[in-house]
């Protein structure tokens, strides 16, 4: 299992930057992947951006491709979602998540095992 302590959060005018960062500890085999998640107030949970953590592939919702960048750095067992050109839309609580499974075609909400406890990111018009 991963402990996952997320930082980064807060308030930003529309065109403005982020960048979220969740630190990760504990067994590295339950850290197959990473994500980032949202929800928004009377929305569903989404699926933002996603990263294999040994080779380092990304994936990323359409809503956010070419704004928000997902990386980790393994030395210091963290992961950052930056965040670029924001828009009020963008405006959620933000997750952080981890999962020990290898063979897992999505990255719905449903699969991730391990949560952070979610940092408010506001966008303002």
């Known amino acids: 299992q991963v402990q996952l302590v997320e930082s980064g959060g807060g308030l930003v005018q529309a065109g403005g930057s982020l960048r979220l960062s969740c630190a990760a500890s504990?067994?590295?085999?339950?850290?197959?992947?990473m994500g980032w998640f949202r929800q928004a107030p009377g929305k569903e949970r989404e699926f933002v951006a996603g990263?294999?953590?040994?080779?380092?592939?990304?994936y990323y919702a359409d809503s956010v491709k070419g704004r928000f960048t997902i990386s980790r750095d393994s030395a210091k067992s963290t992961m950052y979602l930056q965040m670029n050109n924001v828009k009020p839309e963008d405006t959620a609580v933000y997750y952080c998540?981890?999962?020990?499974?290898?063979?897992?075609?999505?990255?719905?909400?449903?699969?991730?095992?391990?949560w952070g406890q979610g940092t408010q990111v506001t966008v303002s018009s």
């Open positions: 998540a981890s999962r020990g499974q290898r063979f897992v075609a999505t990255w719905g909400p449903e699969t991730f095992s391990s």
């Open positions: 990263i294999r953590w040994t080779a380092g592939s990304t």
């Open positions: 504990g067994r590295t085999f339950d850290r197959y992947a």
